[in-house]
């Protein structure tokens, strides 16, 4: 077996060196547009919105003529615009409507935001080139150094939604979660827990019950999912064995690729779970695709993935192209990728190999690196309060908590924030999800002085229109009762770190009850 680790580990690590060549983010791009429109071209999507010109011009225009053209002939879409146009013929079993053949997968996902669920089409070439993109991060490893060759023998803990899928009118429908990990490569399955079997359940306590009563009996050496589900996951096993860590049980475990949310408010708490450090890596996979990952471990966001079937778009994400509501406006800027600036925030469009065009995904991030195409998330177009504009991102509120939790030496697992009426002007409402001791006042003070030193326009607006901050703390289990109301629980769902319009009297009636 320590053969094999070091096999594994040598062949990573020539990858890397095998894979060090010039690094061009603008011809990447262009080669996927090329491939994305002429497979593409004769759908029902194709022939309406003209491909067959796209594709001579990308084939035979000057740089950005083709650019200029997708812009002009095919609109921007959001989730309500895809589906009622496209997608909902997919749905139906229709073939070739917004990408070649039938689609017999769709991810459900409702996002943070809203209340309906979504049906994501996940077609086989979207299925390769995630599992491509996902053995790529792999490799990534081998740049790693403090990783030991007996790694790559232990197990790899993926927690997500079931594999037992929906079988509905031709087609299967669940978590993307759920849909990769029920395609697993056969390589794979010796190393992957918490196996075939576990897998299926539907039940996420049950789920997690299963897994707690197994754990003692694997040798895991990395896990990958969502932060809140991880933690919860080791409390309960910890619990479960009565040890002070979670390396009792798993002495091995070196590695958490995580994703979904921001880890660091997730950090202070986690780390108390630990005997001994480990190395975090984060991905940013969606139901519509997997976009990006962290590449090597001093990378200060993850890299784009320019060059397996995503073609990119960025909107500046400003008052000039976003309502204060975060709606888009009418033909608005957008970008590619060797357009963007360091440090700006852009809104992103995807077009992929699922069949989505010009695709409002609903994520805004930066770019920390425009050489390397590094970026990290810094919230959503619509999960950002601004009613006076005081422009609180998502990226503010998570570094506040972070530094605030760090101060008061309290591990914050959950919060959100709501925007409510003061006498004729604006204040802000904070729930936070502690099981620490606090008082609540001395948390509040703290977190408006970190939001007035990460913000200067919040430092003016609380001088003006926004007169107070409030805030309510709660035992963390209080949220996860919220989500599993909503049918929430689990997989990739995530509490909103935002309340908006509807959410706000739908939580605020439950913990009335």
Not at 25 to 33: G, T
Not at 155 to 173: I, K, P, V, Y
Not at 179 to 202: H, N, V
Not at 483 to 512: A, C, H, Y
Request: proline share 3%; net charge neutral.
């Amino acid at each position: 077996m320590a053969l094999l680790g070091n096999l594994l580990k040598n062949g990573i690590r020539l990858s890397n060196v095998v894979r060090l060549r010039k690094f061009n983010a603008l011809r990447q791009q262009r080669k996927v547009f090329r491939k994305l429109i002429r497979k593409a071209q004769f759908t029902k999507f194709g022939a309406t919105y003209h491909f067959d010109d796209l594709l001579r011009s990308a084939e035979f225009g000057t740089d950005k003529e083709f650019y200029s053209k997708y812009k002009e002939y095919v609109p921007i879409h959001d989730y309500n615009k895809m589906f009622d146009g496209w997608w909902k013929q997919t749905l139906a079993g229709e073939k070739n409507v917004a990408w070649p053949g039938k689609v017999k997968y769709f991810a459900l996902s409702s996002g943070t935001s809203e209340a309906a669920t979504k049906y994501i089409p996940v077609t086989k070439a979207m299925s390769k080139a995630i599992q491509r993109t996902s053995i790529r991060q792999i490799l990534t490893l081998g740049k790693y150094q403090n990783l030991p060759s007996t790694l790559y023998e232990k197990g790899c803990l993926m927690l997500g939604g079931s594999t037992d899928l929906n079988a509905r009118e031709g087609h299967f429908e669940g978590d993307l979660s759920g849909i990769t990990a029920s395609r697993l490569p056969l390589w794979f399955e010796r190393f992957y827990k918490p196996g075939r079997d576990i897998a299926q359940e539907r039940d996420w306590a049950h789920k997690l019950d299963e897994i707690t009563e197994q754990a003692a009996s694997w040798d895991i050496g990395y896990v990958v999912g969502v932060p809140a589900w991880i933690q919860l996951l080791m409390e309960k096993i910890i619990a479960r064995y009565n040890v002070k860590t979670i390396h009792d049980i798993w002495p091995n475990l070196m590695v958490f690729c995580h994703g979904g949310v921001s880890f660091e408010p997730y950090r202070q708490g986690f780390e108390k779970l630990l005997a001994h450090p480990i190395t975090y890596i984060e991905t940013y996979l969606a139901s519509e695709g997997f976009i990006a990952y962290q590449t090597h471990p001093d990378a200060e966001g993850m890299q784009l993935v320019l060059n397996n079937g995503l073609f990119f778009e960025f909107i500046p994400f400003n008052e000039q192209n976003f309502s204060p509501d975060g709606e888009l406006v009418q033909k608005p800027q957008t970008l590619m990728i060797d357009e963007v600036e360091e440090g700006k925030e852009y809104a992103l469009l995807l077009s992929t190999c699922s069949g989505a065009w010009r695709y409002l995904i609903g994520d805004t991030i930066r770019f920390v690196d425009k050489k390397s195409a590094e970026i990290v998330i810094t919230g959503r177009t619509k999960h950002f309060l601004s009613m006076c504009g005081e422009h609180l991102s998502v990226d503010n509120m998570n570094k506040a908590i972070e530094m605030v939790s760090d101060e008061l030496n309290i591990s914050i697992r959950e919060f959100t924030v709501a925007g409510v009426a003061h006498d004729t002007l604006f204040a802000h409402h904070w729930y936070i999800g502690t099981n620490d001791q606090v008082d609540a006042n001395e948390l509040r003070n703290r977190l408006d002085a970190k939001l007035k030193e990460l913000n200067d326009d919040y430092a003016v607006e609380r001088k003006h229109a926004l007169k107070d901050i409030s805030v309510t703390v709660l035992p963390t289990k209080t949220f996860y009762d919220w989500m599993e109301s909503r049918g929430k629980m689990g997989g990739q769902n995530k509490f909103p770190r935002v309340l908006k319009k509807g959410l706000i009297g739908e939580w605020e009636g439950f913990l009335k009850k």
